[in-house]
Every structure is written in structure tokens, then in C-alpha cells.
């Protein structure tokens, strides 16, 4: 069993549309959790990080579910330039998930 | 953006030959990793270093080694490069242990013919 998985995709939304991403871990001992966004051969950059108390920043919002061990990640009003690939950590392991692809149609 | 430069930014090389990768920071954090990334498998943590001289291997260490002679460097060497290693390695950088809050080069394209 992988130690981070999340669903390939693609998901392919409209614009303005609301998407979510969810992002399973095995290790019940994480203790940090992050969201990467990465462009089309570009290198990954930090979106936002999950706090247990969750955390929004602007259209994007970031939750932790430690009893079912996953964080998820909710994107809304989706723009275009929100298309790219979405990576989850599980801190302190340096085990990234493969990504979830988004792309937001016009 | 943090700075971390990756040299070379693209590379062709032969089956059996040594390579060795190059990466540079100027934000003087501790942390250091090399990662590549394949399609299917995402990013896979290779070798990583907690300081200069002090590194540790990750979950694919195998047919690669690094060096940290200085805290702004940090060297990933093929030994003897196989067609299995053509990928994207990407070099990140940490202020803090773990896999948390990691800024990323921009890439090294590696392909062994």
C-alpha cells in the first residue's frame, strides 16, 4: 500500500465550477500535510498547508480528517489558470502523492 | 521565489556513463533532497541531506550517490547510468526536517540512451 494516494483524474470542470480533491494517508502518525501545485513541466511549487483546524486562503480550502486519515483540498470559482497538477504530502515521511490533474475548461 | 538553481537544466548521456547533477542554493537552509519524478510513480525521494556531510538515502537510492560538501551544494552522481534512470530530478530545499514546507528547483531533464 502506498504511503500517500490520491485519484489520478483528470478532472475536467467548467469555469466558476467547485472541485474537490481528497488525499488518503496510511501513516496515523503524520504530523504535518501539504498541498503542491505543479505546471505542466514545471517544478512543484507550495499551494497552502493543512492545519488540524483546517485553513482557507482566498478560493482555496484545506482540510484534515485524521479519523479517516485524509486531507482534501476545495477549490471554488474555478479559474482557468487553476489547471495544473495537485500533489499532497504527508510531512516528515518525503512521501508525495502521484497527483491529481485538473483542468478547468472555458 | 527561493533560490535554488539546478545545473544542467537538460542532459543526453550514454547507458554505463557517470553523471552527476548540481544543485545550488542561496537561502543557507539546513535540508537539501533530490527527488525524480515518473509518470505513474510521482515524486520519489532518492538521497537527502541534513547538513554538510550528513545525508541519508531515500526510498529509491539505489545506482545513485550525493555529496554536500558545502551547505549551498549539493551533488547527485549515476554511478553508471541505465535507461531506468531517465526522469525529472528535482532538488528541494527545507528549512525545517521532514518532507514539509519544500521549495523546488526548476528540473534536471536526464535521458540515458
Known amino acids: 500500500r502506498k504511503e500517500v494516494e490520491q485519484d489520478p483524474g483528470p478532472f475536467n470542470v467548467p469555469e466558476g465550477a467547485t472541485v474537490a480533491f481528497n488525499c488518503t494517508y496510511s501513516n496515523s502518525a503524520s504530523q504535518s500535510f501539504f498541498w503542491y501545485r505543479q505546471d505542466c513541466r514545471k517544478e512543484p511549487k507550495l499551494l497552502m498547508s493543512v492545519y488540524s483546524s483546517g485553513n482557507e486562503d482566498g478560493r482555496f480550502t484545506a482540510q484534515l480528517n485524521r479519523a479517516s486519515q485524509y486531507i482534501s483540498l476545495l477549490i471554488r470559482d474555478s479559474k482557468l489558470s487553476d489547471s495544473a497538477t495537485y500533489l499532497c504530502v504527508a510531512g516528515n515521511q518525503f512521501y508525495f502523492g502521484t497527483g491529481t490533474s485538473l483542468t478547468v475548461i472555458p | 521565489d527561493a533560490g535554488i538553481t539546478q545545473s544542467p537544466r537538460h542532459k543526453v548521456t550514454e547507458t554505463g556513463t557517470p553523471v552527476t547533477l548540481r544543485c545550488h542554493q542561496t537561502?543557507?537552509?539546513?535540508?537539501m533532497y533530490w527527488y525524480r519524478q515518473d509518470p505513474g510513480h510521482g515524486l520519489r525521494l532518492i538521497h537527502y541531506s541534513y547538513g554538510v556531510k550528513d545525508t541519508d538515502k531515500g526510498e529509491v537510492s539505489d545506482g545513485y550517490s550525493v555529496s554536500r560538501s558545502k551547505t549551498e551544494d549539493f551533488l547527485l552522481t549515476l554511478e553508471s547510468a541505465t535507461s531506468s534512470q531517465t526522469s525529472v530530478y528535482f532538488c528541494a530545499i527545507s528549512e525545517l526536517a521532514g518532507a514539509g514546507e519544500q521549495y523546488f528547483g526548476p528540473g534536471t531533464r536526464l535521458t540515458v540512451t
Open positions: 537561502e543557507n537552509h539546513r535540508y
